[in-house]
């Protein structure tokens, strides 16, 4: 037995918490010799340090490249109908490009993914209150949220794992909070996000990956087919901030159950998508609780690619790149609007301060554990 299979099976034997799918997974990497290729080379210098590069590529020819700044997701290339490896991701060339603005481009996205009111919540009676960065609330993490620093990284069997530690009252939020994000592709075209937080303080923890995803590699998304399994979302306010209730999904634009055109009702009346210019809002999965699940499927017609979305968490924020204007230049040019869409699984924006919803707690000696897979394919019709 060579070392990585010694530490596979210690971790397996103490992962009591782990779901049984993900213990699935795990025996069926023991069983196999990694058929991943990985490599790690440096990617540049930020104010902060070093930066590296990590690439893992299967034998079917995709790559996925990770950075350790902000743990980002810096690309994904996949084959298309005809067999050809293409990008599927916006992105940039060079470490400059994720220094400068950007909207999270593949980004590890904390201590809180979305939407803060008015950057306040209280925990336990006591009130913190957060940098409001989005209008009068705060959103995702925080001024230098998780996608702005530098992630401590380790190669795994198939995959690369990141660590980062998030000081007590970093971005004011309280208890020292240990993350570790880790990025695994399989054989069949899939890579994993398995997210895992501990604290030391009773605090919040919500956290996402915003990759924003166009599988036909160039244009706007609105000819891809998108299924998402939701009978409710959430809507919002003018700030984009949950109201509270529940909608029926039924008779609206955000009818995505079963698969339509993402472009179809895009720019209906309806209010909620004219509050959103388009879609940004929460959609409360159709799923058994914290057990992984098929919750979206997308389909790109001209390349033939498709994308499915697994998950544990409770909701997905479909956002369609709205805010893009052309003004960002990315790894192939100008990104405008409605470039690319991102599917944020995660807990409902705003929960700290939404009794009714899934609640994004942590407590001392609990562990944070979800994951997410993104699975690419090719159909031909
Ligand atoms: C999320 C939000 C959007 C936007 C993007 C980043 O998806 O819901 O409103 O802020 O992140 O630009």
Known sequence: MNRKTLCYCLLLFFSCQSNEQEQKDVLTNMSKPSMIQISKNAFGTAPDGAVDLFKLKNEQGMEVEIITYGAIVKSIKVPDKTGKIGEVTLGFNDLAGYLGEHPYFGAIVGRYGNRIAKGKFSIEGTPYSLATNNGPNA??????????????????????????????????????????VTYTLDKDNALKIAYEATTDKTTVCNLTNHTYFNLAGSGDILDHQLMIKADWMTPVDETLIPTGELKGVKGTAFDFRMSKPIGKDIDAEEEQIQIGGGYDHNFVLNMKPRTRTLIARVFEPSSGRTMEVLTREPGVQFYTGNFLDGTIIGRSGAIGKRSAFCLETQHFPDSPNQSTFPSTLLQPGEKYETSTVYKFGVKND
Do not use: C, Q, R
């Open 139 to 180: 959103l995702h993490g925080g001024i230098k949220g998780f996608d702005k620093v530098i992630w401590k990284a380790a190669e795994v069997p198939n995959g690369v794992a990141l660590t980062y530690v998030s000081a007590d009252m970093e971005e004011g939020y309280p208890g020292e909070l240990t993350i570790t």
